[in-house]
């Protein structure tokens, strides 16, 4: 049977776990002293009101090689394949433990480790992709074909609405120098190919959005896609941005999602984006 596999940096719409048969290893995050597994014992709000009380940004650590033989043992059985899938290895340790247990499990599972080189919903694009294709017939070694050709045309878009989040955190770079500057910037962040950078800066909440759509027109053009707008507890923004951005493109599907803990602690509430996903 196969297994598919991701982790708490990938984001899936509600009810997409149990229709597409897919499992989430949760990301750890570290207030002080206590730890929590993402999803399991803190929810986005949560996470969001112990950041408010302590004015602290937690740190976020991928899931151990040995949580991960724990989880594989959980979810599939002896022969089973495992398709696990996870967010871009230049961002995170996380597919570097798939790796590592999935060499420790090889007598017990055929675990096939995939740097996914995205995150968000573009990870739960792509498994649910995976799944679907499994359905129709698709061998795993077609499959994973796909994934690895697909990979590099999705294209993530974001653009933060506060500093503040960054700043605390230190962990994503690529925001220093919009954090050195004295403008109230409103950086655009983009996310391909496995690298985080950091595009624009731009004045206004308004010009940023604006932009967002305009930077994924010009890269995508009228090309089928699936289409995701995510956001960072602003589901106002989000679904504005969503029916702004349906009206540029040629949607197979549209859709909102909010991004998970791991990637929000990093880039703080109020950040929104799109994401672009071909359909052909």
């Not at 967010?87 to 995170?92: D, E, F, Q, V």
């Not at 698709?138 to 294209?155: M, Q």
């Not at 391909?192 to 959005?209: I, Y």
Request: aromatic residues 6%; charged residues 25%.
């Amino acid at each position: 049977m196969l297994r598919i596999v991701t982790d708490g940096a990938a984001d899936l719409l509600p009810g997409w776990d149990k229709e597409y048969g897919i499992d989430m290893i949760p990301v750890n995050i570290l207030f002080g002293e206590k730890s929590y597994l993402q999803g399991v014992e803190l929810d986005n709000e949560g996470f969001y009101k112990l950041v408010d009380e302590s004015r602290r940004v937690p740190k976020t650590s991928q899931p151990s090689p040995h949580q991960f033989v724990e989880f594989y043992r959980r979810v599939a059985q002896k022969g089973d394949t495992i398709l696990s899938i996870h967010i871009t290895a230049k961002l995170s340790g996380t597919y570097a433990s798939a790796v590592s247990a999935a060499e420790e499990l090889k007598a017990e599972f055929n675990v096939i480790p995939i740097d996914s080189a995205v995150g968000s919903l573009g990870i739960g694009l792509m498994c649910r992709e995976a799944r679907k294709l499994e359905r129709a017939g698709k061998s795993v070694d077609e499959i994973v074909r796909y994934i690895e050709e697909v990979k590099s045309k999705i294209l993530i878009i974001l653009t933060l609405d506060t500093l503040e989040y960054a700043k605390m955190s230190g962990r994503v770079k690529t925001l220093q120098a919009a954090l050195a500057s004295v403008l109230n910037v409103k950086p655009i962040a983009v996310l391909r190919n496995g690298d985080l950078g950091m595009a624009e800066r731009v004045r206004t909440r308004k010009a940023s959005l604006d932009r967002v759509i305009e930077m994924a027109k010009e890269e995508y053009g009228d090309k089928p896609i699936y289409l995701a707008a995510v956001h960072a507890r602003d589901p106002k923004s989000g679904e504005a941005l969503l029916e702004q951005a349906k009206q540029q493109f040629n949607c197979r599907e549209a859709m909102l999602g909010e991004l998970s803990i791991s990637i929000a602690a990093n880039l703080g509430p109020g950040t929104v984006g799109v994401i672009l996903y071909p359909a052909e």
